[in-house]
């Protein structure tokens, strides 16, 4: 609104310096990308009702006070046949005959003293687009350093099972294969989603959102485990399988921090704040062990493991065949 109401007045009254100053503050667009797009406007309102054959035509606008001059590039000759695009030696000022001779260009100021209705609107359309793109890159700008992190944004709306995001200035879309099954979703409810990809279009940034990804588990403990944070505690590798049940492996840099306790938090508080956030889905946080047949034994943990090994099948040439023996008791 601010911007389409001044536009005209941008134009006649030449206050550009301190609407130019507002839009920055307020929408966060760069004067300098403002006064380019202003500029680009101006020279084609310019050519289109003064000089509709003249070519080469420079815009200045003066960044403090917001004055606005058109130069004209002429020829200079002896003798004027073409008005628009040459310019007598005698008409130069006494400084400038000594500078230039016959054939040589020079800038020569044309701005008139009212550009007309036609013009401000011409000027006013580009300048609204201008505006606009410069906008949609601060939003792609913005988000584009968070893809592959997460954000809290509020259920706008639900489009054919597609979940439509509000973040803001912008909208993620969650589509049906990045949503937990049965998850339900309620306008005006806040959650948290992972930043999949932050595309550019032509309509803006368009944000493609996931609650399913592996990574948006492990932001949550981030956010949540100060360990995890500050680099005590590591979180090596995540297994979900997307609102029923996740495993987390864990590893403490420091022997004094049991890694599986600061998941798990004071009486669970930490895994029951992730646990609320993805509806109850089942977490279990396992220790880490560079021997693999630890580690499996403790990801089937609280089932007693007596015997694991490994069998490498050499025709495959990556994967195990892995043979578990479990107690019968811890079955049941």
Not at 84 to 101: A, C, F, M, Q, R
Request: net charge neutral; charged share 35%.
């Amino acid at each position: 609104i601010l911007i389409r109401r001044r536009i005209n007045y941008i134009i006649y009254e030449y206050k550009l310096a301190k609407v130019l100053d507002e839009i920055e503050k307020e929408k966060g667009i760069s004067k300098d990308i403002l006064i380019e797009a202003i500029e680009s406007a101006i020279s084609s309102a310019y050519k289109k009702n003064y000089a509709s054959n003249i070519e080469d035509v420079e815009i200045n606008i003066s960044k403090d006070s917001g004055e606005i001059k058109v130069f004209t590039r002429k020829t200079i000759v002896q003798k004027i046949s073409k008005p628009l695009k040459e310019i007598s030696i005698d008409d130069l000022p006494i400084s400038d005959t000594e500078k230039y001779n016959i054939e040589d260009t020079i800038l020569v100021e044309t701005t008139p003293k009212e550009f007309g209705r036609i013009a401000a609107q011409t000027a006013k359309q580009v300048i609204v687009q201008k505006i606009r793109e410069a906008e949609r890159n601060v939003i792609y700008e913005k988000y584009i350093d968070k893809e592959r992190d997460i954000v809290t944004g509020v259920v706008q709306r639900i489009e054919h099972r597609n979940v439509i995001i509000d973040l803001g200035r912008t909208e993620a879309l969650l589509l049906p294969n990045e949503q937990i099954r049965n998850e339900e979703y309620y306008k005006g409810e806040r959650i948290k989603i992972y930043i999949l990809e932050v595309r550019k279009t032509s309509k803006g940034p368009k944000i493609f959102a996931s609650r399913t990804h592996p990574e948006l588990l492990k932001r949550l403990f981030e956010l949540e485990v100060p360990e995890i944070h500050e680099g005590l505690v590591e979180i090596k590798n995540i297994a979900r399988e997307a609102g029923k049940r996740s495993k987390v492996a864990v590893y403490s840099k420091d022997e004094r921090v049991d890694p599986i306790g600061a998941c798990i938090g004071d009486r669970g508080s930490r895994i029951k704040s992730i646990m609320s956030e993805l509806k109850d889905e089942k977490i279990d946080v396992i220790r880490w062990s560079d021997d693999e047949k630890v580690l499996i034994a403790n990801s089937l943990s609280p089932a007693k493991v007596i015997q694991v090994s490994l069998d490498f099948l050499s025709f495959i040439n990556t994967f195990f065949r892995i043979n578990i023996i479990i107690s019968l008791s811890h079955l049941f």
